[in-house]
């Protein structure tokens, strides 16, 4: 029985290492989850590219016709871009920005997680729900716009944002009523428990009165994609 064991034994290795072809099984798992956003990401900037070229081409044909109507649809366009996040917006403003806590060279105390110590995507919401509510006109996270259909997504430490991957401190800026905005995020909940923990543990939160600020234009599509459940 002793070499028929030995032999089973010898075989699941061989075919372990040719699963493996001489590399960590386990590392390989671990890669992939990054492989596939750095891949999303790549898509998510020639399509933003591709985006940006159609939008001037159209820019370009609208702005040669001569036809009073034509004028009057640029005009439209203009209004309705505007409305859509799709120009830029300069204005009294202000900038937030969070950042991860340094973890304790002596380790992190008893009754806190390592997960304390990071910025989460309900922290983020949560500075981005009070800066509309304190009537922001425009609003921007990192280097993109915020539009009603845009989604805020992390994973782990790193923030995902229409396909493109940011590292913290992240920034969210505003132009709108500064008074009214500030007030707005010393009175949301979520803000602030986390500026407790920030007053507990280190994590970095800054508010920056800006004047002028600048809130970038929109790129990308207008579309909602949503899924169809089968009846």
Same mark, same amino acid.
Do not use: F
């Given at each position: 029985?002793?070499?028929?064991?030995?032999?089973?034994?010898?075989?699941?290795?061989?075919?372990?290492?040719?699963?493996?072809?001489?590399?960590?099984?386990?590392?390989?798992?671990?890669?992939?989850?990054?492989?596939?956003?750095?891949?999303?990401?790549?898509?998510?900037?020639?399509?933003?590219?591709?985006?940006?070229?159609?939008?001037?081409?159209?820019?370009?044909?609208?702005?040669?016709?001569?036809?009073?109507?034509?004028?009057?649809?640029?005009?439209?366009?203009?209004? +309705? *871009?505007?409305?859509?996040?799709?120009? /830029?917006?300069? $204005?009294? #403003?202000?900038? &937030?920005?969070?950042? !991860?806590?340094?973890?304790?060279?002596?380790?992190?105390?008893?009754?806190?997680?390592?997960?304390?110590?990071?910025?989460?995507?309900?922290?983020?919401?949560?500075?981005?729900?009070?800066?509309?509510?304190?009537?922001?006109?425009?609003?921007?996270?990192?280097?993109?716009?915020?539009?009603?259909?845009?989604?805020?997504?992390?994973?782990?430490?790193?923030?995902?944002?229409?396909?493109?991957?940011?590292?913290?401190?992240?920034?969210?800026?505003?132009?709108?009523?500064?008074?009214?905005?500030?007030?707005?995020?010393?009175?949301?909940?979520? +803000? *602030?428990?986390?500026?407790?923990?920030? /007053?507990?543990? $280190?994590? #970095?939160?800054? &508010?920056?009165?800006? !004047?002028?600020?600048?809130?970038?234009?929109?790129?990308?599509?207008?579309?909602?994609?949503?899924?169809?459940?089968?009846?």
């Amino acid at each position: 029985m002793v070499p028929a064991v030995l032999a089973v034994i010898g075989l699941l290795l061989v075919t372990t290492a040719r699963l493996a072809h001489g590399t960590d099984l386990r590392a390989d798992r671990l890669s992939e989850l990054t492989d596939l956003i750095n891949t999303e990401q790549r898509q998510a900037d020639e399509v933003a590219a591709q985006v940006e070229r159609l939008r001037d081409q159209v820019e370009a044909a609208t702005a040669s016709g001569s036809d009073p109507e034509d004028a009057e649809l640029q005009q439209r366009i203009q209004e +309705v *871009g505007a409305a859509a996040g799709m120009d /830029e917006v300069v $204005g009294p #403003g202000l900038t &937030v920005t969070l950042d !991860d806590a340094p973890i304790p060279s002596d380790g992190i105390p008893d009754g806190y997680a390592v997960d304390d110590y990071v910025v989460h995507q309900q922290d983020l919401q949560g500075v981005v729900n009070a800066l509309w509510a304190g009537g922001a006109q425009a609003l921007q996270m990192m280097d993109q716009r915020i539009i009603s259909t845009s989604a805020v997504r992390c994973v782990g430490n790193t923030l995902i944002l229409k396909g493109r991957v940011y590292a913290p401190p992240y920034t969210v800026t505003a132009v709108g009523p500064v008074d009214r905005m500030q007030r707005a995020l010393d009175a949301s909940p979520g +803000v *602030g428990v986390y500026r407790q923990y920030s /007053e507990l543990i $280190g994590l #970095g939160y800054d &508010v920056e009165t800006l !004047d002028p600020a600048t809130v970038v234009a929109y790129e990308g599509s207008l579309d909602l994609r949503y899924a169809r459940g089968s009846s």
